[in-house]
């Protein structure tokens, strides 16, 4: 029973969530429930892009596996549940990352990407952790200048987290992403009116209009359409 087949049928597994596959193929096949397949994919990235909550708990609890691997691409499992907008997925991973930054156990790179994370889930202890301890920049922007962490909050509808970022940590709430668009701006269009209202309080303002075909509504580049089973791995 060759490496490539076990990684093979335990990705399988994984993705259609087959505990007990997943059981037989660890304890009985001596398949390392870590292992990565195609394009370094573990069978819990597979878990969590495809939505099953109970399977990654599984892989977890029973397996141990290491929520902190990176496929060929740098994304771990949390990234792609978040990515493919896989909620109780990313938020059962992001409480596991929380704690191991709090414990000093996060191999990884403690960035920008993290601190988006804490945003995304209102997760506000988390943004303290990441700003006072580890230095992270609240008004840090990605390589693409896609976004900051408030449009992160703005973007899911986090105003307790908002309010948090202005008045903790002091965030620049006229700073403009990639389309030229401030915080304002992105909540107006998205018609989430309660975060608006809040912004403005602070004294927020819109940018300079963006001619349509300057940019795509991509909304942050996500998606949770994974019908297209080439693109899934990505």
Known sequence: FGARIGVDC???AAEWGQHAMIDHLVEEYGVDPNWAGQYGCTALHYAAWNG??????????KHNVDIQKR?????????????YDRTECAAYLFELTY??????EYRGDVDVELL??????GHDATIDLLVERYGVDPNGMDDYGRWTALHRAARFGRVRTIKHLVEKHNVDIHQRI???????????????????????????????PVEEEDWTESDDWE???????DHDVM
């Open 178 to 208: 990639w389309n030229g668009e401030t915080v304002l701006d992105q909540t107006e269009r998205l018609g989430m009116t309660e975060c608006a209202a809040v912004l403005r309080g602070y004294g927020a303002t819109n940018g300079e």
């Open 223 to 229: 998606t949770d359409d994974n019908s297209d089973a």
């Open 99 to 104: 704690t191991q930054l709090l414990a000093g």
């Open 10 to 12: 335990l990705t399988g």
């Open 52 to 61: 099953r909550v109970r399977t990654v708990k599984h892989l977890v609890e």
């Open 71 to 83: 496929n060929e691409f740098g994304k771990t499992a949390l990234d792609r549940a978040e990515e």
């Open 116 to 121: 988006y994370s804490a945003a995304r889930h």
